[in-house]
Nanobody, 124 residues
Framework: QVQLVESGGGLVQAGGSLRLSCAAS????????MGWYRQAPGKQRELVAESTLGESTNYSDSVKGRFTISRDNAKNTVYLQMNSLKPEDTDVYYC??????????????????WGQGTLVTVSS
């Protein structure tokens, strides 16, 4: 079972910065992608940024140029550096893991795992 531990959320003023971290643990054989999503009340969860196999990155247009996603493969950890935060960035941010997991090398499967969410609040 893969578990995700998120940290770094909190309250900041507009224009400030936060750094989110998400560490994956468990029997992980390979990571296809790790990223961050956010979900507003009554809306679907949407992509903020993701880091895919080979360190390719994807960003939503609303955060492009302000947020930077990075990965530490040795620690199975993904980071989201959020700069120039705006009040509209306020949301619950969820870490996402997609990769190959299993109990042994002979018993592996693809799995998607979500973190519990960390709240980011940006005040004006």
């Amino acid at each position: 079972q893969v578990q995700l531990v998120e940290s770094g959320g909190g309250l900041v003023q507009a224009g400030g910065s936060l750094r989110l971290s998400c560490a994956a643990s468990g029997r992980i054989f390979s990571v296809n992608a790790m990223g961050w999503y956010r979900q507003a009340p009554g809306k679907q969860r949407e992509l903020v940024a993701e880091s895919t196999l080979g360190e390719s990155t994807n960003y939503s247009d609303s955060v492009k140029g302000r947020f930077t996603i990075s990965r530490d493969n040795a620690k199975n950890t993904v980071y989201l550096q959020m700069n120039s935060l705006k009040p509209e960035d306020t949301d619950v941010y969820y870490c996402n893991f997609r990769g190959e997991v299993g109990t042994t090398i002979w018993l592996r499967w693809y799995e998607e795992v979500w973190g519990q969410g960390t709240l980011v609040t940006v005040s004006s």
